[in-house]
Structures are given as structure tokens and as C-alpha cells.
């Protein structure tokens, strides 16, 4: 005789409800446990590096506006982007309506646009600093700094308008109640792939190699020539913006590392893919990377882990702790 298994709806109360996928029960608990810790992990660590920025006017420099603009859209991942989709892989059920089935799509395509712009950004920010040190803070402002970010944030919403017009103007596609897919076009697919991955991508890949060999130059000059008119200011000045450009250039790397996978697989297999095991492994690689980002700043960078102290530590609550000098040495 053979088992029976029943059958379990996204919606039963409704006719033409999606099924949903059956999990024992320790596999819910076990999956839910894992979506708020990564999730939970994202939004807390994210937030850390967001204040460290905004309440010490030590950090108040263009670099760090453009990584507290990164740290924003990497904190919607956490906050927004994770939790739903990691409902919607557990329950394998769209349970939030047909409204934000319109709505989710936008803010994904905003914060992943927004990340990749920032990105550049400080590529061109990095580029900068290390080719001309001497001319930097001329060249580079807080205020060039804030019109770079609005500029990313703005063509974002403006890209993921015009990427999302048919899905925005049309009925939710669906083929049950309990689903919320995007079908794309080909050449739409082509055209993110070119406008928000190959472009980009090439623009920081190439402005990195740049800069990865003029440090190199500037090193070897500073560590064999004793120059006369180099103040051992100007000789810290460039080790030290030597050594951001390298750091920010591993969380370049990191990103790409995340999500370069993702887009050959879109290329290679399609949208038809999307339900695979494989792709959602990708996607999920991908929002992890939002994750990272803060971990690779306390790994290299001094301040954060001084910041991160005293934002832990309730210090920042001190009247004129924003003036508080984040030189481990202070300590």
C-alpha cells in the first residue's frame, strides 16, 4: 500500500492556491534560526559602521560618507531584502500581498544599483587619492562626496523604474496565489546585465589595477629614495592613503567575487533558472556579501574597531564624544 502525503496550500481557504513544500519541523526551526542570525548579523553590524561615521567628526571625511552610503544600502539588505526572501525560500509561499510584490522588486533593484554606484564611486575617490595625494582635498570634497552619493541613489531608483516598468504595469504574474515572479525580456536581461554589472565592474576593475600599480611605484620610490623636498607628513599621507585604497580595494573584490557567479549563471541558464538550487545558492552569496563589508573595515581598519568600542560601550552617550579621537594609541 502505498504512503499517503498530504497535500499543503500556500492559501487553503482560496481556490488556485499554490502548493507549499513540506518540512519537518526541525528544519523550519533550524532554517528560521540561520535567516535571523545572518539577517540580524547584516542589520547590526551595518549599523555600527553607519553611526561610527555619522556621530564622529573625526570620520566626517568624502571616503567615509561613501562608505556610510554603501553601509545604508547594505543595512535595507538585512533589514528588508534577506527577511523576505529568506520567508519565501523556507515557506516557499509569497504571504505579503500583491502590493509588495510590486514594491520588493524596486527596492532590491535600488539597493543593489545604489551598492555597485557607491562602488564606483569610491574607486574614483581612491583613484584620486593615491595618483595626486597632494591636490586630493581640493579635489575631493564632503560636499562632491554628498552629490556623488544623491547621484547613486537617485539613478538607482530611476534605473530600477525604468528596468520594472512592465512588471509595475501589469497584474502580479502568477500561476497560483502564493507566487510573485518577474519575467523579464531578453533584451531587458541583457541590458542589466551590461548597465549594472559589465559597465560598472569594468569601470573599478580598471581604476583598481591602476591604482594597485601606482601604490606599487609609490612604495618602491618611498622605500628606496630619500627625497629632500618629501616631509615625513607627505611620506605618511601616501602610506596612508596607499593602505585605504587597498582595503577598500578588497571589499571591491569581495563584491565581485559574490557576484560575478550570479550573473554568468543568469547568462548561461536564463530567468528559467531562477527556482534552481544553484541560483539560489548565488543569490543568497550575494547578500551575505552585505555582510562582510564591516567585517574586512575591523579587520583593517583601526578606527572602526575604536568606534565600535565605544558605541558598545555606550560612551558615545558622553557629552562631546563625537570629538573623541579614534587613534588607538588614545586609547
Known amino acids: 500500500m502505498g504512503m499517503h502525503t498530504e497535500v499543503i496550500y500556500c492559501f487553503p481557504a482560496l481556490n488556485g492556491s499554490c502548493k507549499k513544500e513540506g518540512r519537518a519541523q526541525g528544519g523550519y526551526i533550524i532554517m528560521y534560526i540561520l535567516l535571523f542570525i545572518i539577517s540580524a548579523s547584516t542589520v547590526f553590524l551595518n549599523l555600527l559602521v553607519i553611526v561610527s561615521v555619522s556621530h564622529f567628526k573625526q570620520l566626517h571625511t568624502p571616503t567615509n560618507l561613501l562608505i556610510l552610503s554603501l553601509a545604508m544600502a547594505d543595512l535595507h539588505v538585512g533589514l528588508l531584502v534577506m527577511p523576505v526572501e529568506g520567508m519565501r525560500l523556507i515557506e516557499t509561499c509569497w504571504y505579503f500581498g500583491d502590493a509588495f510584490c510590486y514594491v520588493f522588486p524596486v527596492i532590491m533593484f535600488v539597493v543593489v544599483s545604489a551598492s555597485l554606484g557607491n562602488l564606483v564611486f569610491i574607486s574614483v575617490d581612491r583613484y584620486i587619492a593615491v595618483n595626486n595625494p597632494l591636490k586630493y582635498y581640493s579635489c575631493v570634497t564632503p560636499n562632491k562626496a554628498m552629490l556623488c552619493i544623491s547621484l547613486s541613489w537617485f539613478g538607482s531608483f530611476v534605473y530600477a523604474m525604468l528596468m520594472l516598468s512592465d512588471h509595475l504595469q501589469s497584474k502580479p504574474q502568477r500561476a497560483c496565489h502564493g507566487e510573485c515572479l518577474i519575467v523579464f525580456s531578453v533584451p531587458r536581461v541583457i541590458s542589466d546585465v551590461v548597465f549594472s554589472f559589465l559597465a560598472p565592474c569594468s569601470i573599478v576593475i580598471c581604476l583598481y589595477v591602476k591604482i594597485f600599480f601606482m601604490a606599487k611605484?609609490?612604495?618602491?620610490?618611498?622605500?628606496?629614495?630619500?627625497?629632500?623636498?618629501?616631509?615625513?607628513?607627505?611620506?605618511?599621507?601616501?602610506?596612508?592613503?596607499?593602505?585605504?585604497?587597498?582595503?577598500?580595494?578588497?571589499?571591491?573584490?569581495?563584491?565581485?567575487?559574490?557576484?560575478?557567479?550570479?550573473?554568468?549563471?543568469?547568462?548561461?541558464?536564463?530567468?528559467?533558472?531562477?527556482?534552481?538550487?544553484?541560483?539560489?545558492?548565488?543569490?543568497?552569496?550575494?547578500?551575505?556579501?552585505?555582510?562582510?563589508?564591516?567585517?574586512?573595515?575591523?579587520?583593517?581598519?583601526?578606527?572602526?574597531?575604536?568606534?565600535?568600542?565605544?558605541?558598545?560601550?555606550?560612551?558615545?552617550?558622553?557629552?562631546?564624544?563625537?570629538?573623541?579621537?579614534?587613534?588607538?594609541?588614545?586609547?
Open 217 to 331: 611605484y609609490q612604495t618602491r620610490v618611498m622605500n628606496s629614495v630619500k627625497n629632500a623636498n618629501m616631509t615625513t607628513e607627505d611620506v605618511k599621507f601616501r602610506k596612508s592613503e596607499s593602505k585605504a585604497a587597498k582595503t577598500l580595494g578588497i571589499v571591491v573584490a569581495i563584491y565581485l567575487l559574490c557576484w560575478i557567479p550570479y550573473y554568468i549563471c543568469t547568462l548561461a541558464y536564463g530567468s528559467a533558472s531562477s527556482t534552481s538550487v544553484v541560483l539560489t545558492f548565488l543569490i543568497w552569496f550575494m547578500y551575505i556579501n552585505s555582510c562582510m563589508n564591516p567585517l574586512i573595515y575591523a579587520l583593517f581598519y583601526p578606527w572602526f574597531r575604536v568606534s565600535a568600542k565605544h558605541i558598545l560601550t555606550l560612551a558615545i552617550l558622553d557629552p562631546g564624544s563625537q570629538y573623541y579621537s579614534l587613534n588607538p594609541d588614545d586609547v
